[in-house]
């Protein structure tokens, strides 16, 4: 048996001299996947549409085609990592009971799921000024990702914008330790406790009905 279950395990890091080909037609899916080998690997500040190209194992030239410069690219992985965020929450959703409570629990579970596997994807939505938030395909991703906060929230009986803050500051304040790897301690229990754990404590914001 593993220390983590594997959705909670963060990827492996990116091979730099990796290439990745590519099928006909789906040259955009590769470039943002290479794209996120590169963010892990190196970061925001050593981002580089070159090694994307290469690591995709295209020509230098194809990700400034499809997506202008380092900035375009950057925006679009975000849009995309905003819809994988809402999609490992919609898998927690559907594994737990349908109360409210519950499922909002489960997007809180999904929330840490997503920074602890993807912690640099995470860090661009969440930390970083390289993404144009201006974008129309990101700005309907970000605000996708609240508006399924607000509803959630609704749900399970908030009703003020402060319920709001307190269920996104908490799961985000877990999420951002744990892929951190601040909360030494949490992440050292075996994997039933250390859920049941970051479950409890989520449950600590829910709305009071």
């Known amino acids: 048996m593993t220390d983590q279950p594997p959705r909670l395990r963060p990827s492996p890091p990116a091979d730099p001299g990796a290439t990745r080909p590519y099928h006909h037609g789906d040259l955009r899916a590769a470039l943002l996947a290479a794209a996120e080998e590169e963010l892990a690997e190196r970061g925001v500040e050593g981002f580089s549409l ?14 400034a085609h499809h997506f202008g410069d380092a900035k375009g690219l950057l925006t679009a992985l975000a849009a995309e990592g905003f819809r994988q965020f809402l999609a ?19 997007a809180g579970l999904g929330y840490v799921d997503f920074a602890m596997a993807r912690p640099a994807l995470f860090h661009l939505l ?23 906060l607000v509803d959630q929230v609704s749900a399970a009986g908030g009703t003020s914008t402060a319920d709001e803050g307190a269920v996104w500051a908490m799961a985000h304040g877990l999420a951002d330790l744990l892929a951190s790897g601040r ?21 600590r914001a ?4």
Request: no cysteine.
């Open 126 to 148: 969440w930390q970083s000024e390289r993404p144009d938030f201006g974008d129309a395909e990101l700005g309907q991703a970000a605000r996708a990702a609240f508006q399924h």
């Open 183 to 203: 909360l030494s301690g949490m992440l050292t229990l075996p994997p039933e406790a250390r859920e049941a754990m970051i479950a409890g404590v989520l449950r």
């Open 50 to 63: 070159r090694q994307v190209a290469k690591r995709a194992g295209v020509s230098h030239a194809a990700p």
């Open 206 to 209: 829910l709305p009071r009905r």
């Open 88 to 106: 490992a929450q919609a898998a927690r959703e559907a594994e737990a009971p349908p109360d409210p409570g519950e499922q909002l629990v489960a």
